[in-house]
């Protein structure tokens, strides 16, 4: 995930994550493979294990960040993946399999024109998610 990350996103400004080994261990090859300097990372307490509106209000607190890469916990993230959606996920088959499930390892994209002070889910637009399973397979 972390060389898909790396190839196929925009580099993050600010990166918040949860104090949790399995969050910091996640993050770590991310970290090891970025050719551009990483911003510094935020451990966030107020992250770990919460819910999707904490994860929000968190998120509208990253005002000076333009990207922000965001590793936690489900099901506060896939909540907060499902808040953001500004389209019902019948509608897109790649919602509708987020929906179902946001496994470990799993990464979602949303663009806004807003800053995040303003945050809100109808500011938002669905781009991707991707599971480890789904590079695996184009692999094969």
Same mark, same amino acid.
Not at 15 to 31: D, F, G, H, K, N
Not at 58 to 80: D, E, F, W, Y
Not at 92 to 108: D, E, H, I, S, W
């Given at each position: 995930?972390?060389?898909? &990350?790396?190839?196929?996103?925009?580099?993050?400004?600010? &990166?918040?994550?949860?104090?949790?080994?399995?969050?910091?261990?996640?993050?770590?090859?991310?970290?090891?493979?970025?050719?551009?300097?990483?911003? #510094?990372? &935020?451990?966030?307490?107020?992250?770990?294990? #919460?819910?999707?509106?904490?994860?929000?209000?968190?998120?509208?607190?990253? &005002?000076?960040?333009?990207?922000?890469?965001?590793?936690?916990?489900?099901?506060?993230?896939? %909540?907060?993946?499902?808040?953001?959606?500004?389209?019902?996920?019948?509608?897109?088959?790649?919602?509708?399999?987020?929906?179902?499930?946001?496994?470990? %390892?799993?990464?979602?994209?949303?663009?806004?024109?807003?800053?995040?002070?303003?945050?809100? #889910?109808?500011?938002?637009?669905?781009?991707?998610?991707?599971?480890?399973?789904?590079?695996?397979?184009?692999?094969?």
């Amino acid at each position: 995930m972390a060389a898909h &990350i790396i190839r196929a996103l925009p580099s993050p400004d600010a &990166i918040i994550c949860s104090p949790a080994v399995r969050t910091r261990q996640t993050l770590q090859p991310y970290l090891a493979r970025s050719k551009h300097h990483p911003p #510094a990372v &935020i451990y966030d307490q107020d992250i770990y294990e #919460a819910g999707h509106t904490v994860l929000f209000s968190v998120l509208r607190q990253s &005002i000076a960040a333009k990207t922000v890469l965001m590793v936690g916990h489900n099901p506060g993230l896939q %909540g907060l993946a499902l808040t953001l959606l500004n389209e019902p996920e019948a509608r897109n088959p790649l919602a509708m399999r987020m929906a179902q499930k946001f496994p470990t %390892g799993a990464v979602c994209v949303f663009t806004t024109s807003e800053n995040w002070g303003t945050l809100s #889910a109808k500011s938002t637009q669905f781009i991707s998610f991707t599971r480890p399973k789904d590079l695996d397979q184009n692999t094969k």
